[in-house]
């Protein structure tokens, strides 16, 4: 299964070492290796383990139907919102800790994610 994680920062870049650290046991857990394709920011990570994987166009992650994951890291509701609501319109699964995004829109999210078949997971 193909993930993309939406921002690259403390916890962004976090979540990219868990699962590249994890993936044996992740993979053992859920019966599907989970691969990061892609990592979206607008900046520049020279020599990072990210780098072969950094985009800075959303087009390649929405567009893209490999991907399956969406991890939204960005925090704030702009661009954020508009990223998920699209993710979930396209089928993508989608997880996020974005307590501002789930305040305001965390009931539309749900329901879209619902009318789509899939998971929309905020904690």
Request: hydrophobic content about 40%.
């Amino acid at each position: 299964m193909k993930a993309a994680i939406l921002g690259y920062g403390t916890v962004g870049s976090g979540v990219y070492e868990v699962l590249q650290k994890n993936a044996d046991v992740i993979e053992a857990r859920s019966g599907e290796r989970i691969d990061v394709k892609y990592v979206l920011d607008l900046r520049e990570f020279p020599g990072d383990p990210a780098a072969d994987v950094l985009v800075h166009d959303y087009e390649c992650v929405v567009n893209d139907p490999e991907v399956r994951i969406v991890i939204e890291t960005m925090g704030g509701v702009k661009p954020a919102y508009e990223f998920v609501r699209r993710a979930l319109e396209k089928g993508k699964h989608v997880c996020t800790s974005n307590k501002e995004l789930v305040a305001e829109y965390g009931s539309e999210l749900l329901l879209l994610a619902k009318e789509r078949k899939v998971n929309f997971y905020f904690e």
